[in-house]
C-alpha cells in the first residue's frame, strides 16, 4: 500500500504512528501541502478534497481521512476495542479530535509554524477553543490511563494516536502544556512504546 | 434509552431519523440550546464537552457525537456496512461531514437562523468552505445513488444519515441547491423511506 503523505502534518502522522505500531510495509510518497502539491489538478484527480494523508490499497482503492484511515488498518488488532460500546466512545473521541482539537489546535501550530502574518488575527479564537479541548482531556485523564476502556493490547487505542499527534506538539501551536499534569503523563505513556517514531520520521520496514 | 436532544439541531436530527428508521425505542430530553442549557453545570457533568445530541444506556453509560452514536445504534443492522473497506469509506464521509460540511453549512445556517448581525462577517468564508463541501458531494454523486457501496439493506448507509441532516436544510444557510442535480436527487432518494421524519419530528415509537 501507498501513504500519500507530509512529513510534518499531524493527520498523516498518526497513519504514519499506527503503521509502525503494527508493523505494516507501505510506500511513501511525499505531498508538499506547503508548495500546494495538495492541491492540482493532479493530485485532485486521486483525493478530490485535496487532502493528505490519503491510503491507496494495492488494488488501486483509496481511503482519505486520517481517522477513518486508522480504522481500516487498526479493525481487528489490539488498537480498535472489541465491543460495539467501547468502539463508540473511541469514535466520540477521534469526532472529538477532528470537531475540537485539530480545529484549534493544529492551526495555531500552522499558523505559528509558517509566521502567516495575515492569519495572526485568528490566534487568539484559535487558543481559547484549544485551551477547552485541553481542559476536557485534562479531567478525563484524571481518572483513567487512556482515552478508551480498551482489553486487547497494551490499552491504547487509535483514540490515543489520533489525540496525541497534534497535543504532543501543541507547543508550537503556543500553548503551555506545563499546566496540564494528566495529559503530560499521558504523552510520556503514549511514547513509551518500542515502535515509536517522531513526527517527521518515517517508520523502519 | 435516553436522548439529549434539541429539535432543530442537525446533528441531533441524525440520531432521531436512524432511530426512526431502526424502529428503537427511547426518551427524548428537551436541551435548549439556544437558552444555555446545554452550557450549565448540570449539563457538563453529564457531558463535559457540553454539546447535544448525547444518548444515554438505559445502564446509565453514555455516548457523545452524533456520528458516534450512530455508529452504536448501526453497528449490526444494515446501515453500516458488512465490510472492513466500506465502513471505512463511511467514516471517511462521516469526518467529511464534520470537518468541511458541518462546520461551514451548519454554522452559516445557525448565523442566518437567528440572525446573529455580530456574527454575519463570518457568512463569506462560511459560504464558500460550504460550497466547496456541496461540490465534493455533487461529484461524487454523478456516479453513485448512495456515499457508500452497501449491499445490506437499501443501500443506505449512516454516511447518508450524517450528510443528509444539514444538506436538507442548506437554503436556511444561504446555500442555493438547484445548481446541484444529483444531490438534489439524491435528497429525495433518501427522504423516500417509510418511517422518514422531518427535522424537528420527533420518532413515534
Redesign the interface.
Known amino acids: 500500500m501507498k501513504l500519500y503523505d507530509y512529513l510534518p502534518s499531524g493527520n498523516s502522522y498518526k497513519v504514519r504512528l499506527l503503521i509502525s505500531y503494527l508493523g505494516l510495509n507501505y510506500e511513501h510518497v511525499d505531498i508538499n501541502i506547503i508548495k500546494g502539491e495538495s492541491q492540482t489538478d493532479g493530485f485532485k484527480s486521486v483525493n478530490?478534497?485535496g487532502q493528505i494523508p490519503l491510503l491507496e490499497?494495492s488494488d488501486g482503492?483509496r481511503?482519505?481521512?486520517s481517522?477513518?484511515?486508522m480504522?481500516?488498518l487498526a479493525?481487528?488488532t489490539p488498537y480498535w476495542p472489541k465491543n460495539?460500546?467501547d468502539?463508540?466512545?473511541c469514535?466520540?473521541w477521534?469526532?472529538?479530535e477532528?470537531?475540537?482539537h485539530?480545529?484549534s489546535i493544529a492551526v495555531a501550530r500552522y499558523i505559528h509554524h509558517y509566521a502567516m502574518e495575515q492569519r495572526k488575527s485568528e490566534l487568539p479564537a484559535l487558543t481559547k477553543r484549544g485551551y477547552l479541548a485541553l481542559d476536557?482531556m485534562e479531567?478525563?485523564l484524571a481518572d483513567n490511563l487512556w482515552f478508551v476502556v480498551n482489553d486487547s493490547g497494551d490499552g491504547r487505542t487509535i483514540a490515543d494516536v489520533a489525540l496525541y499527534a497534534y497535543t504532543h506538539v501543541a507547543g508550537e501551536g503556543g500553548f503551555d502544556l506545563t499546566q496540564y499534569p494528566n495529559i503530560m503523563a499521558w504523552l510520556d505513556r503514549f511514547s513509551d512504546h518500542p515502535n515509536h517514531i517522531r513526527i517527521t520520521d518515517v517508520p523502519s520496514s
Chains 1, 2 share one sequence.
Open positions: 478530490p478534497a490499497l482503492r481511503i482519505a481521512e481517522n477513518a484511515i480504522y481500516f479493525e481487528g460495539a460500546f468502539q463508540a466512545k469514535l466520540q477521534m469526532f472529538f477532528q470537531y475540537k485539530e480545529p476536557i479531567a478525563h
